[in-house]
């Protein structure tokens, strides 16, 4: 049962732009916090950007500047903009939710394995080219 459905990522130029969205299909009684993480080959997943509700946004340092995350309730889906992008964005994108922001930015930090929040999307492969 696909849980989060992510929007097909792409292959642009060095200094393009894309924008991911992630739709949460999950219960709609509560409130969900959105996150978006990254892993190139050989490397570990990281954070990218987290939606966190009263408590703003975060950024991974790279990305600071040049993504943007948001949230439409109504909608039930997060956005990922992404923009001025280089070789060193390729990655794997997954969203993740949990109706907890807390528990997001613990695993966000290291501080929670993965598999306890509440849903991952399958993924969107983005590639930039120089």
């Known amino acids: 049962q696909v849980r989060l459905l992510e929007s097909e990522g792409g292959t642009v130029q060095a200094g393009g732009s894309l924008t991911l969205s992630c739709a949460n299909a999950?219960?709609?009684?509560?409130?969900?916090?959105m996150g978006w993480f990254r892993q190139a080959p050989g490397k570990e997943r990281e954070e990218v950007a987290l939606y966190l509700g009263a408590s703003g946004t975060q950024y991974a340092d790279s990305v600071k500047g040049r993504f943007n995350i948001s949230q439409d309730n109504t909608k039930r889906t997060a956005y990922l903009q992404m923009n001025d992008l280089q070789p060193e964005d390729t990655a794997m994108y997954f969203c993740?939710?949990?109706?907890?922001?807390?528990?997001?930015?613990?695993?966000?930090?290291?501080?929670?394995?993965?598999?306890?929040?509440?849903?991952w999307g399958r993924g969107s492969q983005v590639t930039v080219s120089s």
């Open positions: 999950l219960s709609p009684t509560k409130t969900y916090y």
């Open positions: 993740a939710t949990d109706h907890n922001p807390s528990l997001l930015f613990a695993v966000a930090t290291g501080r929670a394995p993965p598999d306890t929040l509440a849903a």
